[in-house]
């Protein structure tokens, strides 16, 4: 069956390091996703992306973070100067053009900012 | 999208069909209701949806009352490996360029 892929699976940073979590979704899939979990927390949607474009974002994807396409298999979620409240599982997740889409997410980076 | 309420947790013995409601009392005409579920800090994994008929696959049912204000996801055959937290989340149909918004879930315990 095929996999959304992240890597890391965790990564340790220290207070105001630039941090790119990576995602290769599944190829044939053309909307891609950032969501983030913070412990004990909701799974909280971040940002979509399609047609190499943000479609819609949170209000926790503010100015520190950004999204890119940078070839046509990875998928990246750069966070430019992380802070302590930054330290959460981040979820990628991609999904196929449909009238009902079905999401298929990640298994995640772990971002502990120290 | 509308609002959805869920039992905090549930206990269901190993090898029982566990039954996990949802109410959904808002939902308006064009939203689907999903299922997904999230074993142990592991991504959501996605279950089923539906509109306004129930709904089977391999993994398990989807009975949605006829007013569309509730419905239940069953796991037919539980085993201890169905041990996650389960969403239910109504959204309208679309492109797939909107997020998913979840709750708190259903913490299901399987019982060996």
């Known amino acids: 069956e095929p996999e959304v892929t992240q890597t890391p699976s965790h990564q340790v940073t220290q207070m105001g390091q630039e941090v790119i979590l990576r995602c290769v979704p599944i190829?044939?899939?053309?909307?891609f996703y950032w969501y983030r979990q913070i412990l004990g927390q909701k799974v909280e949607f971040l940002v979509s992306?399609?047609?190499?474009?943000?479609?819609?974002k949170s209000e926790i994807f503010d100015d520190q973070f950004s999204v890119e396409r940078p070839d046509g298999s990875n998928f990246t979620l750069k966070i430019r100067s992380t802070k302590l409240e930054d330290s959460a599982m981040y979820f990628c997740?991609?999904?196929?053009?449909?009238?009902?889409?079905?999401?298929?997410f990640g298994s995640g980076t772990r971002l502990t900012v120290v | 999208d509308a609002k959805t309420t869920q039992p905090t947790s549930m206990d269901c013995a190993e090898g029982r069909a566990a039954n996990l409601p949802c109410n959904h009392s808002?939902?308006?005409?064009?939203?689907?209701v999903y299922w997904y579920r999230q074993i142990h800090s592991q991504g959501p994994q996605y279950i089923i949806h539906?509109?306004?008929n129930n709904e089977t696959n391999e993994m398990a049912s989807l009975i949605i009352t006829e007013d569309r204000k509730s419905s239940t996801l069953i796991l037919p055959h539980a085993t201890l490996r169905d041990t996650a937290v389960y969403y239910c989340?109504?959204?309208?149909?679309?492109?797939?360029?909107?997020?998913?918004?979840f709750g708190k879930g259903t913490h299901l315990i399987i019982q060996p």
């Open positions: 997740a991609s999904s196929i053009r449909d009238r009902v889409p079905s999401y298929t």
């Open positions: 190829s044939n899939h053309l909307y």
């Open positions: 992306f399609y047609n190499n474009e943000i479609s819609e």
């Open positions: 808002t939902i308006s005409g064009n939203e689907y």
């Open positions: 539906g509109l306004k």
């Open positions: 989340i109504v959204r309208a149909s679309g492109g797939g360029a909107d997020g998913l918004t």
